[in-house]
């Protein structure tokens, strides 16, 4: 009733100047229509006008929600406003908007409210928060925070509190009824009995409470309510034996499988190793280095290649540049890139007489022989070629007989001197000490030179086994037949989310033993295409039979390969259509692959994918 009681209000005059005063603030907004009265020459109210900001409104920044605010009291106000006939003042806290009218600039939504503005005769002025105390009360006055009742209800009326009683701790009691408690159970603690066990091992470790945790987690959920005798040992198997733990977990604990070296040669350029170096700038016509490196001398030759070539092509520069100089080996170690997998290099190998030593899958230590000269290689070429990487073919031989020169870690000696028994000359005042009398002599010192080089050799061998095992634990022993979980990390799987896919996958089987740290596996599907052999630290044993059948199920209908999806996890523009990731039931993540949509046939698992990838976004 004070509002519309005099003092308080006053009858506008449209022949008197009108102050509008405005203010914004989260929430709302508010504005006073005032004019100086003629009796007392006082500011007296007119109108109030208040409003509650939108959602969309909210998101304004505070110099829009300011602006705002003028143009809604100038649209409440506009019958008194727009034919006033003296120029009105608009009072606000927000001093930028003193220049608004004169901007240069301004954007879509401002623009259209300055036209609306043009209908109006009017200046802005400033006016400082601390007096613009009117219509900050009615922007506020919406505000739910304020003035709350401390005694509201934290939960609802119809919510009552009480005490949970889980599902397994009435299952052991129930099968506490048929079971006497035993004397030394602690007290404050349930007895399991042998028959519920298995369902309190389940809670503590598989439920969404914990979350599938190791021993100590799980020990620490079961401790708190539930105890039997057995209790730790128990937890410790079942948690071992969880198939989900196996496949989600990554290992913290050292590789596995103790470093077995290579047998050491007992003659200069028997037992080789090769490799390619690619990534380089074309030089002379050439983009690619073949390393062969002879494992008993440590000397190289780095031949420039145009291209990668192929198994043939590999063959004839073996043959140009290494076997008519050196000999033929008995022994070729190499990765296993497709030169050195293909049957010509095995038939080329076995009419030469040497045997192909390949490296196991994702295990590249194997030939690191070559690995290691190349990365001498590419220390060397960066060396000499840093003001023009494009002349590295140019530097090559200098890179060759730099390495060939120079005396290797591991025997003591150059890799001339392993390989001819003596020093080639730098200088002319040396070749006196070069020269040999005899035949004879010369045999006798590359014999001791090649024995030197092979003692050296092994002490440099058992060295490096010492150092390597000291960061590796001794693998399980495996056999054929025995079923393996094998690591992901450098498998080809399509995975939606590399993050969140699991660290192992499997079971596989064991087909053979190749060596103590090297198995054969029986792959399957997508699998096969990746070779079969690991090392020991690529696998680990299943400790029990997994929860999925080890046997994928077979197709709903042989004639026409029709499987069973179990949903589908992403999908991709092809062509004109679509393509959707797959998930097959019964089958692992290796076995997911992208199909069109037209292969699809119950469509509502395309409706379910589209669904679920909508309702984030609507509840948000």
Known sequence: ????????????????????????????????????????????????????????????????????????????????????????????????????????????RQARWALFFDRFDFSISFRPGSKNLKPDALSRQFDSSEGASTDERILPQHCVVGAAVWGVEQAVRRALSHTARPPRAPEGTLFVPEAARSTVLRWGHSSKLVAHPGVRGTLAAIRQRFWWPTRERDIRRFVASCSICAQTKS????????????????????????????GLPPSSGNTVILTVVDRFSKAAHFIPLPKLPSAQETAQIMVDHVFKIHGLPSDIVSDRGPQFTSLFWREFCRQIGASPSLSSGFHPQTNGQ??????????????????????????????????????????????????????????????????????????????????RVRSALCQTRERTRRAANRRRVRSPRYFCGQRVWLSTRNLPIQETSRKLMPRFIGPFSIVKVISPVAVKLRLSGQMRRVHPVFHVSCIKPVIRAPARPSVPPPPIDEGA?????????????????????????????????????????????????????????SSA
């Open 1 to 108: 009733m004070l509002f519309t009681s005099a003092p308080i209000l006053i009858t506008p005059d449209p022949e008197r100047q009108f102050i509008v005063e405005v203010d914004a603030s989260e929430i709302g907004i508010g504005a006073v229509l005032s004019q100086r009265s003629s009796q007392d020459d006082k500011v007296h109210p007119c109108a109030f006008y208040s409003h509650r900001l939108s959602p969309a409104e909210r998101n304004y920044d505070v110099g829009n929600r300011e602006l705002l605010a003028i143009r809604l009291a100038l649209g409440e106000w506009r019958h008194w406003l727009e034919g006033a006939s003296v120029p009105f003042i608009v009072w606000t806290d927000h001093r930028n908007l003193e220049y608004i009218r004169s901007a240069k600039r301004l954007n879509a």
């Open 251 to 278: 290992s913290n604990n050292p590789p596995a499988g103790l470093l077995r070296p290579l047998p050491v040669p007992s003659l200069p350029w028997s037992h080789i190793a090769l490799d390619f170096v690619t």
């Open 370 to 451: 070559a690995e290691r000269t190349n990365q001498i290689l590419g220390r060397m070429l960066r060396s000499l070629t840093s003001q023009n990487p494009a002349s590295w073919c140019e530097q090559l031989p200098w890179a060759e007989y730099a390495h060939n020169s120079l005396p290797s870690s591991a025997t003591g000696l150059s890799p001339f001197e392993g390989c001819l028994g003596f020093q080639p000359p730098v200088f002319s005042a040396q070749e006196s000490q070069a020269s040999v009398p005899s035949v004879e002599a010369f045999i006798q010192r590359c014999k001791r030179t090649w024995r």
């Open 561 to 617: 390969s029709i499987y069973r999806v179990r949903r589908l996890l992403d999908v991709r523009p092809r062509g004109r259509g679509h393509q959707f990731l797959v998930d097959w039931e019964g089958y692992g993540p290796e076995e997911r692959r992208w199909i069109p949509a037209r292969d699809v046939l119950d469509r509502s698992l395309i409706d379910d994918f589209y669904r679920s990838r909508q309702a984030p976004s």
